[in-house]
């Protein structure tokens, strides 16, 4: 069935709409990729890989790019639930699955790029893989998200049964973590990014947790604003640690930075927005679509009185 049609086979605007969204990030870092070819005659992604070996710097950016790209879909993937519940929106669920097989695309194509910008010499890439922490645990997980791929579709569900296709989808927590863990390591020494995804992670981590506390009833406000005070401080604590144990200018002087404006907000300022953005976004849904659903379930009994 094509991604952009319902379970009905017809033609879904919303998921149609999505899928083209999902599809502007890869086609804006292959145009920039064929742009920055030294090759007059090299209009094309293709043309571009041809040349990689000339100019690698398109080569490594498209595919730091790509990969960033496939972590932020990750996050989209996981904050789907989260957020069909807070927002009061069920149609939400229609593109989770479009995300996590995007979030994969993605994944792949960023360890094709890692293949050209090797120059396709694949024993080197095997040989890199195995020496290599940081590659290791990214094909682990690569090779994770793909089983989950090919598991997603409504068949594999079928032949699998309900609770052992939940339970193999629950590694998609270990693996994100995995690829995020990558992210760092890769990163280096700037791991703003890295930081601020993970922040993101723990806060949606935090909610699964709240959300079973509370015996599967939607959170209350306060309990959104309590995750994301936690999420905020735990990714405080975690960018300190990173800095204070991988690298040599010493976790202090973050930790500090995130006490002023000069150098912008840190990620765990941008963790904490965020959550406080669902907390509003939770004000208003209450407001508007709690108002709508009580409307509704008015109306029967007043038309029950009208026929009496």
Do not use: C
């Not at 793909?146 to 998609?172: C, E, N, P």
């Amino acid at each position: 069935m094509y991604p952009w049609r319902d379970r009905a086979g017809q033609l879904s605007g919303f998921k149609l709409t999505v899928f083209l969204l999902l599809l502007l990030p890869g086609v804006w870092i292959a145009v920039a990729w064929a742009l920055a070819s030294p090759d007059p005659n090299a209009g094309t992604l293709l043309a571009g890989a041809v040349n990689s070996a000339t100019d690698a710097m398109p080569v490594t950016k498209a595919l730091h790019e790509i990969g960033l790209w496939a972590v932020r879909l990750l996050i989209l993937t996981l904050a789907v639930t989260p957020f069909r519940r807070i927002a009061a929106w069920p149609a939400l669920i229609q593109i989770r699955r479009m995300l996590g097989v995007a979030a994969f695309a993605y994944l792949a194509i960023h360890f094709i790029l890692y293949i050209v910008q090797q120059n396709f010499r694949l024993i080197f890439v095997a040989s890199e893989i195995v020496q290599r922490f940081y590659l290791s645990i990214g094909f682990v997980a690569l090779l994770g998200f793909l089983i989950l791929a090919l598991t997603s579709t409504d068949a594999a569900m079928q032949r699998l049964g309900g609770r052992k296709w939940q339970r193999l989808h629950y590694f998609v927590y270990p693996l994100t973590m995995l690829g995020l863990w990558h992210f760092f390591l890769q990163s280096k020494i700037n791991v703003s990014e890295p930081v601020l995804m993970s922040g993101l992670f723990i806060w949606l981590m935090l909610y699964r947790l709240a959300y079973r506390w509370n015996g599967s009833r939607s959170l209350l406000l306060w309990h959104l604003g309590v995750l994301a005070i936690a999420a905020a401080a735990l990714t405080m604590i975690g960018e300190w640690a990173w800095y204070e144990t991988m690298t040599t200018l010493g976790g202090n002087r973050i930790l500090a930075a995130n006490f002023t404006l000069a150098s912008g907000l840190r990620p765990s300022w941008w963790v904490l927005i965020a959550g406080l953005t669902v907390v509003f976004l939770k004000i208003i849904a209450d407001r508007w679509w709690g108002r709508d659903r009580a409307t509704r379930r008015r109306r029967p009994s007043t038309a029950a009185v009208s026929a009496g």
